[in-house]
């Protein structure tokens, strides 16, 4: 398993920010996924981020939602995802990602998902809804062997963000903005304070940045308060706008070339 820590501090000692790419599992179809996810990692993308599906999808923006909708029509299910990851990892040693919700672990069953997962070569997992207040709750034996990522807010206090930093994996995941993921124009100066803010009580681990970041500029702007950025929707709405893949290719070779400096 890849030690996402060590690999992100890689690329940052060549001058880049990490680029992380979330896809939603199955979408738009699952043969195509998997054509989508070979093809991002392929034109830039340092890290994949896989969404799993879910009805309920707190912290997804419409976007997002609109896809795992798609994906849960396609009848994409967990041990399917699993596959997926597999292939994935056996095409690209770079770093995946799950990120899902904690009914459809609990579901499927902590220590069957946690066994699944490490033999699919997932290295890390990002679970939205799990708060740092029920970690220990959640975060079982069984899940010893993945890195659970956790999430700053704007919200989150100066406190919080340090225990979150104590407790996280392979990085932490700063929200830039209040709400769910989504694209957006631009970030006005109270999301810059903020960032600047979290990023210096960042210090056991890197600091990723997601939710709204939506083109190049957007990454060159995020840049100095990160040690990388995260895009999702961005990609997804191309998809679901039905661009040729090689304007999606060309559009991660444009975030990937902002994230050197």
Known sequence: ?????????????????????????????????????????????????????????????????????????????????????????????????????????????????????????????????????EYNSFFTNEFLHLQKILLTTPTSSNERIKKIDELSEGFVYCVSVTGTTGIRNNFDENTFKNLERTYSLIKKNKMMIGFGISNAENVKSLAPYCDGVIVGSAIIKMILNKKEMSEINSFISSLNDSCSY
């Open 1 to 133: 398993m890849i030690n996402i820590s060590e690999y992100i501090k890689t690329i940052n000692n060549n001058r880049k920010k990490a680029l992380s790419i979330f896809l939603t599992a199955g979408f738009p179809t699952k043969k195509e996924f998997i054509e989508l996810a070979k093809n991002v990692l392929d034109n830039g993308a340092d890290l994949l981020e896989i969404g799993i599906p879910f009805s309920d999808p707190l912290a997804d923006g419409p976007i997002i939602q609109a896809s795992s909708q798609i994906a849960l029509e396609n009848k994409i299910n967990i041990d399917e995802i699993f596959e997926m990851c597999y292939e994935l990892k056996n095409y690209s040693n770079k770093p995946i990602i799950l990120m899902g919700y904690a009914n459809p672990i609990l579901k499927y069953g902590s220590e069957k998902f946690c066994n699944n997962a490490i033999r699919s070569g997932v290295s890390g997992l990002i679970i939205p809804d799990v708060p740092y207040e």
